[in-house]
C-alpha cells in the first residue's frame, strides 16, 4: 500500500524551530520528486518546498526562503522539512507529497500521492 505519513508538527513560539518528517511506505521515494505544502484556515493549499529526485535540486516559496531547509535521506525513504525562525503566519496543516517524475514544482496538481498532515502552530 502506497502510502506518506508526516510527522513533527507541534505548537512552538515565534522564533523557534521545527523539522517535519515525511516517510514513505510501498513506493521507493528516491524516483520521486517530493513537496511540502501547506493550507491555513479558510486558504487554499499552497507550495512551500520541494526537491527533486534526480539531482536534488531544491526550491522555495519566497515567504520561506532563508528559514526552510528541505533534504531527503534515501536511506530512510524520508523527506525531512527543516523550519528555522517561525512566525505565526507559518500556522497551518503541513502535508508532504509524492510526484512521480524526477522533477518537482510547488504547484498542487503536480502531484501524486499525498499524506494526511501535521499541524504546525505557531504562538506565545
Known amino acids: 500500500q502506497v502510502q506518506l505519513v508526516e510527522s513533527g508538527g507541534g505548537l512552538v513560539q515565534p522564533g523557534g524551530s521545527l523539522r517535519l518528517s515525511c516517510a514513505a511506505s510501498?513506493?521507493?521515494?528516491?524516483?520521486?520528486?517530493v513537496g511540502w505544502f501547506r493550507q491555513a484556515p479558510g486558504k487554499e493549499r499552497e507550495g512551500v518546498s520541494c526537491?527533486?529526485?534526480?539531482?536534488?535540486?531544491?526550491y522555495y516559496a519566497d515567504s520561506v526562503k532563508g528559514r526552510f531547509t528541505i533534504s531527503r535521506d534515501n536511506a530512510k525513504n524520508t523527506v525531512y522539512l527543516q523550519m528555522n525562525s517561525l512566525k505565526p503566519e507559518d500556522t497551518a496543516v503541513y502535508y508532504c507529497?509524492?510526484?512521480?517524475?524526477?522533477?518537482?514544482?510547488?504547484?498542487?496538481?503536480?502531484?501524486?500521492?499525498w499524506g494526511q498532515g501535521t499541524q504546525v502552530t505557531v504562538s506565545s
Open positions: 507529497a509524492a510526484d512521480g517524475s524526477n522533477y518537482c514544482s510547488l504547484y498542487v496538481n503536480s502531484y501524486d500521492y
Open positions: 526537491i527533486t529526485s534526480n539531482d536534488g535540486s531544491t
Open positions: 510501498g513506493f521507493t521515494l528516491d524516483y520521486y520528486g
